[in-house]
């Protein structure tokens, strides 16, 4: 099985219903998606947003998938505030992120707490989207392996082989998120093929072949090409580019 590419837009707290319907058209105007098939399309916009993005993308056929950005790990229950993986899957939901390093920072999600939403999603029959990545000065203090390993590990702690090669590895440095200082495309894929024979570790060698791992942080159309020439980089997950449809357009077309 070869590992297609895979690009998410995470819009994070931005577009209203409203705006987020003209954004997801205006994407499809811009690409013939029936060309993209070496890559899979997903948006990820706020949970007001997800009913509204998905009637266009069922009403007018859109190769595009649809994330949510986060998830409580149960069913349903007095969580106020929360939306359950239940409610996400029955709105066509396929992928959701978690653990982006912006929930680890603001709203204390620790590695436990991502393991039980990551199993959660896949218990939804959703794909997880694992976000990990180290800060700065862990870089600069050379903890880099040892940060994302370890992130790695408690995210996928107590899946088995068969579910651990369905989650899509999200590598994502802080210090390249939202800054425009992109890592360098040999700083991506050497900490890709980190995790990708930390992987292999843990769950064998031939496993490690199938999963996908992307890479996040300051991603636009004039650093794809070098960032994707990288083995182990099998595609994007795009922040700020892909609030701006012609941009998001442009990263893409990378695959055409
Ligand atoms: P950015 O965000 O592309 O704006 O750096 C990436 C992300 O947070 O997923």
Redesign the pocket.
Known sequence: MARKDFICG?W?MNATHLEAIQMVQKLSYRLDLADYDRVEVVVAPPFTALRSVQTVIEADHLPIGLAAQDTHWLDEGAFTGEVSPVMLAKLSVGHVIVG???RREHFGEDDATINRKLKAVMAAEMTPIL?LGETLEEREAEQMESKVGGQLAAGLNGLSPDEAVGVIV?Y?PIW????GHTATPDQAGDACEFLRNSFGDAFGGSMSEHVRIIY????NPGNIAALMAKKHIDGA??????LDPDQFASTIRYWV
Do not use: D, F, P, R
């Open positions: 995470n994070k982006h390093s912006e976000c999200a994502e390249a998120i939202g800054t996040g942080g300051s991603v997950l795009v922040g700020g580019v892909s």
